[in-house]
């Protein structure tokens, strides 16, 4: 080994990382290398300062009463889906939103005796499917932090969450329906960007409820 | 100790407040020091006493109560600032080193005030392995666990950290 390859072993020589052997052969160049023992000497003073920083630091308020209030809350009344109350309470109205309008585009089809509002999607509805990715890679970025930590939530949680995701993806799909029947429908496309903002509002939701778990 | 950990695990929410200003201090210090920023810092605090009054039953007593506590805190911030980072793509900085600087100052000018602002201003990656493995005692696999970094990832930011924090402090 040369100079640099010892002083690139310094940091486990004083983490107690190295093996024996190789310790030894460290240990020997310590003798003859005032270099790298004035390092060992920095590290190890480094190493005990930082040991010996305070370690408690009072916060500045008590902290207490809001804890206080959180555990004393029974678990089925928790506050848990608070974080989401904006969110879900968005999807509801969302899927009303959404029925109510694709059940009057569709009624109201029928009474003027029209069909699909002019043949097979174009390239216009091309045109919202390639804008939907975003919102779809979004989603899905988000649903797979959920998923890796559904053991972290309730189970209560996790099935309102599951059942609101539902919704919005009911929502989302009716909507798209009624797009295929009449892609230039800037009411539908509008519906359409609202329902994947919703869903991804309820998992960004779920994130910082992830996070506070 | 045992006496008030035992009856928190049997609902006693008295004894739980007790065994919260007992270990306040060095939980909020380790959320301090992590986060840089002292209303996360409380956030967190207040996230991981919740957490642990949660998880109190799976609490054995085959560690220290301390190491288990600050096990859970250590995760609380790291969860936080991962959905942080997912949520506004950015790094993390420190906002707040002066905070840090103001605590130390309380117990022991001059080495410790200088070493708290040393370490409030290394890069966040740096500065968390550096706090995990320096400050609080963690072993190069137990920080690997915490973090998701490779073994050989988290040494190259130890000796990143110990490089910078040699250089700010003149030694």
Known sequence: MNHQDFKSKLDDYVDGELTDAVREVVESHLQTCAECRREVEELVELGR??????????????????????????????????????????????????????????????????????GPPSSTSADWLVAELPYTQAAEELRATLEENRQRLAPETIARIEANLEVIDQAIGETREALQADPADANLRRMLWSAHQAKIDVLQGVNRLIAST | MHELIRRAQSGDRDAFEKLYRVHVGSVYALCLRLSGDPSRAEEHTQDAFVRAWRKLGTFRGDSAFTSWLHRIAVNVVFMAQRSERRRR???????????????????????????????????????????????????????????????????????????????????
């Open chain 1, 49 to 118: 300062d930082a040991a010996e920083l305070p370690r408690a630091i009072e916060p500045q308020r008590d902290l207490w009463p809001e804890i206080g209030e959180r555990i004393a809350r029974p678990a089925l009344v928790d506050r848990s889906l608070w974080p989401l109350r904006y969110p879900l309470a968005a999807a509801a109205v969302l899927l009303i939103a959404v029925s109510s309008a694709t059940t009057a585009i569709v009624v109201y089809r029928l009474g003027a005796g029209r069909t699909s509002g002019g």
């Open chain 2, 89 to 171: 793509a950015r790094v993390f900085e420190v906002e707040d080193p002066a905070s840090l600087a103001t605590a130390a100052r309380e117990e022991r000018p001059g080495t410790h005030l200088d070493l708290e602002r040393a370490i409030a201003g290394l890069p966040a990656g740096a500065r968390t392995v550096f706090i995990l493995h320096e400050v609080e005692g963690y072993r190069h696999q137990e920080i690997s666990e915490i973090t998701g970094l490779a073994v050989g990832t988290l040494k190259a930011q130890l000796h990143r950290a110990r490089r910078l924090l040699r250089e700010a402090l003149d030694r």
